[in-house]
């Protein structure tokens, strides 16, 4: 492997280092087109609940913005999309890839578009900056975020049409199923009573299925936007 190769590896997966994760959960939970739609460039925040391989529960916080300030006090002061202030405590230690090379934080400015990462109240352990577009995620950690270990999802995202959405992303097993009704149970405990459209789309081992066919002890992935019933559901088993 060369120099550069090996950079670049590590530039792929500088958020995926910055996460806690003991081994990675390779399964899909969502198609990777929906995933990385919603942790996209159209993301405003994104909260995750994730277990990782150690059993342990974790509550991954991502911020998207402008920067209003320099890296001052610990801190980033983000403008972001739905025009909300948010102040994030960073680590002086923290992972900065500015414009898709090694940067430090006092290397960011005002103006710069800014993805921030940080589990629960720690101090943010990753910056990914560009100066006039946030670069992308890494896959491997959109990939991670959004896969097996996920346990449900919270996602503020502006889209195209100028929409604001509030995606909403449960996993788990069913454990009741009825007309246009499921109960999750999830790995963290929550029983999770939901209701879907009657033009629910349905997936099922990755083929088109019809809502009828879900079964109690199935785990399924189950996405709505809002207080409305959910629209479409991913589920794997018998």
Excluded at 118 to 146: C, E, F, I
Excluded at 158 to 183: E, N, P
Excluded at 186 to 203: I, M
Excluded at 224 to 231: L, N, Q, T, V
Aim: glycine share 8%.
């Amino acid at each position: 492997m060369t120099r550069r190769t090996r950079r670049i590896a590590l530039l792929s997966c500088l958020f995926a280092l910055a996460l806690p994760a003991l081994a990675f959960a390779y399964v899909r939970a969502l198609p990777a087109s929906t995933a990385s739609y919603l942790l996209g460039a159209k993301m405003i925040r994104a909260e995750v609940a994730l277990k990782s391989g150690d059993g342990k529960l974790h509550d991954f916080r991502i911020d998207r913005g402008k920067l209003l300030k320099r890296y001052a006090g610990g801190q980033l002061l983000l403008l972001e999309r739905d025009a909300t202030k948010a102040t994030i405590k960073v680590a002086p230690t923290a992972h900065v890839v500015l414009n898709g090379k090694f940067a430090s934080l006092r290397g960011l400015r005002a103006g710069m578009q800014v993805a921030v990462s940080r589990d629960g109240d720690l101090p943010a352990d990753a910056v990914y900056a560009g100066t006039k577009a946030t670069p992308p995620l890494p896959k491997a950690t959109v990939q991670y975020l959004l896969g097996g270990r996920m346990v449900r999802v919270e996602i503020a995202l502006l889209s195209a049409d100028a929409v604001l959405h509030d995606f909403l992303v449960d996993r788990g097993k069913i454990r009741q199923v009825g007309a246009y009704a499921l109960t999750l149970h999830e790995a963290d405990g929550t029983s999770v009573p939901l209701t879907a459209s009657g033009t629910v789309r349905v997936k099922l081992n990755g083929k088109t299925a019809s809502f009828a066919q879900l079964r109690k002890g199935m785990t399924a992935t189950v996405m709505r936007d809002g207080d409305k019933p959910a629209y479409q559901i991913w589920a794997t088993g018998k």
